[in-house]
């Protein structure tokens, strides 16, 4: 079992940063796991944004490439997404994920666990 707590959310004016962090705690070992970012806005599917894998390999999506930076730090059983030159249609609620077969799959089906989100508003 492995619990996720999202944090670094907030509001920021468009053009700005944010870091977002996902701490794990559980049996399991960080390390050997895959884990990604997801967003959900208002009245949208959950949308997927970022994925590292055990070996820190990476993926994004269509929206965060190039401005987004997804990485780990399997010593602190952390990872991070380092958001720049936020756009107002970054708005969401942001979900860190794991998936225990430790890759980084862009379908949210593929992923075992879950945190509760930290909201994340750029305004213009």
């Known amino acids: 079992q492995v619990q996720l707590v999202e944090s670094g959310g907030g509001l920021v004016q468009a053009g700005g940063s944010l870091n977002l962090s996902c701490v794990a705690s559980g049996r399991a070992v960080f390390s050997d796991y895959g884990m990604a970012w997801f967003r959900q806005a208002p009245w949208k599917n959950r949308e997927f944004v970022a994925a590292?894998?055990?070996?820190?390999?990476?993926t994004y999506g269509d929206s965060a490439e190039g401005r987004f930076t997804i990485s780990r730090d399997n010593a602190k059983n952390t990872v991070y997404l380092q958001m720049n030159s936020l756009k107002p249609e970054d708005t969401a609620l942001y979900y860190c994920a794991a998936d225990s077969a430790g890759r980084r799959r862009t379908d949210q089906t593929e992923y075992d666990y879950w945190g509760q989100g930290t909201q994340v508003t750029v305004s213009s």
């Open positions: 590292i894998s055990w070996g820190g390999y990476t």
